[in-house]
């Protein structure tokens, strides 16, 4: 009785050394309010802004959803994250198993004979044999709520993998959509330049201009023309782009055109810190941190005894024994202790990672917000220098017909336009893709 209250004594004991503890979540204690930058000022609201909308809300194009089901349909690498979600839950199922006894049996046979006296004796052995680990010192324990973790940190990498898909198939569209922006524009201009090369054809064989203004002229019309069989062929790459993002073979891609992008209501409602525990890097981090966590719980509990019950059934004899065996561990060779710093060694570097992954994901989206806000002001700017161009080139124009003005000034009012034309349109997908990206950096697209 003495003994096995001792043992008893010493197993709670051992329970109130830490190896039963459970990882507290700290992903809400670590962000701060000031994860984005102490300039920022938090929404007055509890929404968490961008980051509450469903990918279908975020993007109201029908012909990009489309392509953003089919994507999640079809995408090699979110496959393979699946599949990978499935080896975690296997090995999850697996150390969820290991608490119950497990059996086995075996058939023998034999057969037995003198030579000398003859006859032979036929005997047969079908024994059930059970084993059962008992988890006094939380081995198993811990073991399954490491691969619990190790679970949630693949579902935050699938997360991560689905949500990168979205915002790639997203951004390549609207890329593609500028492209075809920009391609009407150098289309227009290719039509506008053409009849001034043959205005200034004109002017020149009534005297008011020179074969110099007019070769000129023509080279920059040609120069136009050379840039649309460029862009002719970076569109059909993009296309291809997308084609192999949502797993179908290259062809057209069906789009809607720039002006029908319409920006999410919610990026002017700011965004809470605590939105960014909905990034599956985050998350992906913390379920690292708790998986440390837990190994090296486990690997304390590997320095204690472990309890095992076996037993042994033969139906051919009516036979049985039941035994139970405790194995303590006495030298190792200092791997024990040697495992033990390992796994607080890891524990250590995954707080840390833990930590920086939070600070890296505030930055990222303060780094998102001040461009967009840059693109949205350079907008404005860029409108204003396109209406001045624009009044430029018609007067030039004008003065061109009288021969008041030099070839220079009509070319440089001309490209002046054009690359303030294709500015502003660059820039329009820089403030789209940005929206994008930092829809992605909250993580959103989540299922």
């Not at 680990?133 to 619990?148: E, H």
């Not at 002006?259 to 985050?282: C, H, K, M, Q």
Request: glycine share 8%; net charge negative; aromatic share 8%.
């Amino acid at each position: 009785m003495f003994k096995y209250i001792l043992f008893l004594s010493a197993a709670f004991a051992v329970s109130g050394c830490g190896i039963y503890g459970k990882f507290e979540n700290r992903v809400d204690t670590e962000i701060r309010e000031d994860a984005y930058g102490a300039d920022y000022e938090e929404p007055q609201d509890d929404t968490l802004g961008l980051a509450s909308l469903q990918w279908r809300e975020m993007f109201t194009d029908t012909l990009l959803q489309n392509l953003i089901e089919m994507g999640l349909e079809n995408n090699a690498n979110l496959k393979v994250a699946s599949l990978q979600c499935e080896e975690a839950l296997a090995s999850l199922k697996a150390s969820k198993l290991a608490y119950i006894p497990s059996f086995d049996a075996s058939l023998g046979g034999t057969v037995a004979g003198s030579v000398e006296h003859g006859g032979e004796t036929w005997g047969w052995s079908l024994p059930l044999n059970a084993s059962w680990q008992i988890d006094i010192f939380g081995s198993l324990t811990n073991a399954k709520r490491r691969a619990a973790a190790l679970v949630e940190g693949s579902e935050a990498y699938k997360q991560a993998v689905r949500s990168q898909l979205i915002a790639t198939i997203a951004t390549t569209y609207y890329s593609l959509v500028a492209l075809d922006a920009q391609y009407g524009i150098y289309q227009e201009t290719e039509k506008n330049w053409e009849k001034s090369l043959e205005t200034m054809k004109r002017l020149m064989d009534a005297g008011s201009y020179n074969m110099a203004a007019v070769a000129q002229t023509e080279a920059n019309y040609y120069g136009v023309k050379v840039s649309l069989v460029d862009m002719q062929t970076n569109i059909r790459e993009l296309e291809n782009t997308l084609c192999s993002l949502v797993g179908i073979p290259a062809g057209h891609i069906a789009r809607a055109s720039l002006d029908e992008w319409t920006e999410p209501e919610l990026i002017s409602a700011g965004i809470p810190a605590e939105a960014l525990a909905n990034r599956p890097d985050v998350m992906q981090a913390e379920s690292a941190y708790k998986a440390a966590f837990y190994g090296t719980n486990q690997a304390r509990s590997n320095m204690f005894p472990s309890l095992r019950i076996t037993g042994t059934l033969n139906f051919a004899e009516l036979l049985y024994n039941a035994a139970a065996s405790l194995l303590a561990p006495i030298f190792q060779n200092g791997q024990l202790n040697a495992q033990l710093k390992i796994a607080k060694a890891q524990q250590e570097e995954a707080a840390v990672q833990f930590g920086q992954a939070i600070i890296d994901a505030g930055i990222e989206v303060n780094n998102l917000m001040t461009g967009i806000n840059g693109a949205k002001e350079k907008g404005e700017y860029y409108k204003l220098q396109q209406n001045a161009l624009e009044t430029a080139v018609s007067s030039t124009t004008s003065l061109m017909m009288h021969g008041s003005t030099t070839y220079l000034e009509i070319l440089t009012a001309q490209t002046s336009l054009l690359s303030a034309q294709i500015s502003y349109v660059a820039n329009r997908l820089e403030e789209i893709n940005g929206i994008i990206s930092l829809y992605q950096a909250l993580g959103g697209g989540r299922e």
